[in-house]
């Protein structure tokens, strides 16, 4: 599939479309089951990924916080 492909699904799924473009997408999802199943992988994958870095991120954020805490405990036994 396209880079253009990429770009249009994203900013579908962001609601960064006007009413007539988002229109227009949604007749194209109709019409195409290529573009249609394409899409549906699109969706996938950024569920996926985001997903996947949603949770690499809370559990950098929980290690730093931890760390912070475990710093501060050693600072006040000194």
Known sequence: MSEQNHIVFDQYLQG????EERKAFE?????D?????AFEN???TNLQL???????????AQNEKLKRVSDSDKKKKK
């Open 50 to 60: 985001e997903a996947k870095f949603g949770y690499e991120q809370e559990h950098v």
């Open 16 to 19: 960064k479309m006007t009413v």
């Open 33 to 37: 089951s290529d573009f249609a199943l």
């Open 42 to 44: 699109f969706k996938t």
């Open 27 to 31: 007749k194209k999802l109709s019409e």
